[in-house]
């Protein structure tokens, strides 16, 4: 049987792409995740439901997994696979980074005993995956691949099985068929047909995912009926498709698809798949420019919004108090001002911190290092949107109503405003990503934009794209002007998250340099704008220090070398007025 070349072509272009994928995690090697995990089972996710914990600050959801092979650990028929986030009536949890696992996936996962038997039900163990979403690697029967974020294995059985029980020194045990086999062998057979599906143009080349925009796909060999159309998977780099839900397909015929474009598309080529079980692959990439979040809600894709929650027309964060000590305060509030001013999210800090240290559903939208729960290995950062829904026309709208971002505190990272070392992480690029998620935009497939699915070790990535800022500004033109549920809609950033007064004469007070570095605040006072008083502030409102000037130049000076670092307000009396600014010392 001759080879089809045209597989062969785009099995070619994938594999490079998730071997050199960096995600926002640090890889943690199969050789690591085996000697590391208690259990490493094949299986096929057959069943997924969505809880809350007993505790009910965090969703979950728990796939039950039918096993076929045991590679590490006790065997057993089924195993239940607990992760994060997930949709219960109409509330809702999104995680960055963490594992989402759809009933039929079929792979190899890696796990570790879940620390909390309140998970354990109808008899069966639950597990969590070792290393959230890398510690699942997926099977692609038509690409016969075996694939995580970071690395690809072609040829399932005769190469990874192979590699994994090199590894651990002993073979696998069977448990029951695995319909990989046969999948396989099924997909090549069908690949010597002339009636493979040819896909030949787009409607569009240039699109966005998760905003239910429609795409024409024309060609043939589709056939009458609707199998499901392929996207390659944003979440994955491309290595792998994700394919849409049968609520997604608009229309089916032999000649044209009509098919909504998923949250998780990114550049790349698109798959069809017909009723017989045949591929055909676009031979020209779909460029996917931005991608937003969305909700599966019965087996339906929808999107989200943001709204007025704290009663000043936006959300805000609210720093741990440890965090808010840090030297990662500036970078953050660097990376939060990037996307109020860019989309007009109307995101600021509270004044005061908090102790709460970790993602719960607390209505605190905290901002914290993960010293008190540690993040799973390899993850630098994630971001955690909780939501609300409620019915309306027969469609449920949903709006972000709690979000919490936590950062790995054992990195190496880089605080500063400079290029990060060879060795270490810069910490701003991080958190504008995950703000970006928490603006509500998912991952693509472009190294040139903030919300790309990869960063190496020591790249800088802070500034948004046109199209970074094109897909925030679509979020927040109907969070602002399209009401949801009973809530007040969110303003309109004014791009003054550093400020805690807004008044008119701001642009004639220059406060410099801030971070504070040289133990000296210099405010500076332009046209008859004079400097009368200034009261400095901890985060808890308590007065700091003050100081009055009488003899006022253009520009005057507040001593603070004999302080802790942190953040403090600044409040600035004028003859025109009162003024306060966020001031952090180094």
Known sequence: MKPNLLFLSILMIFLPKVMISQELLVEISLQEQIAKASKVVEGEVVMSESFWNDAQDNIYTRHRIQISKVFKGVSANEIDIITLGGVVGLEAMVVSNALELDEGDMGVFILNDTPNSEFNRDNIN???PYSDIQSFYKYSAELNLAANIFKSYSGIINNFH???TTELGRPYTVISDSPIDSNINAINANRSSSSLPVISSFSSYNTTAGTKTILTING??????????????ANYGGALFYDVGPAQIVSWSDTEIEVEIPDRAGTGAVRVMNS???????????????????LDYNNIAYQTQHINTNNEGGFTWQMNTDFESSLAVDPFVRGLDSWSCESGINWDVA?????????SNDGINVVTFDDASPLPPGVLGRCTSRYSGCPFNGEVKWYVDEMDIVFNSSINWNFSTSPPASN???FESVAVHELGHGQQLGHVINDAEVMHFSMAANVVSRTLSPNDIQGANDIQDRSSTIQICGQSLMED???????TTDVSFTDQIIIYPNPVTSGVINIKSANETRVENMRLYNTVGELITSKEFVNNGSVNQLHVST????LYVLQIETNQGIVSKKILLN
């Open 220 to 233: 043939s060999g589709f056939g009458t009926e609707m199998p499901t159309v392929g996207f390659c998977d």
């Open 493 to 499: 950033s004014s791009c003054s998250t550093l400020s």
């Open 424 to 426: 270490e992480v810069d």
């Open 162 to 164: 192979q590699v994994i």
């Open 276 to 294: 017989d079980n045949q591929y055909g692959y676009s031979t020209t990439d779909l460029t996917v420019d931005f991608a937003q979040i969305n």
């Open 563 to 566: 302080l802790s670092t942190g």
């Open 126 to 128: 639950s597990y969590i």
């Open 351 to 359: 004044l005061n911190t908090t102790t709460a240290n970790s993602s």
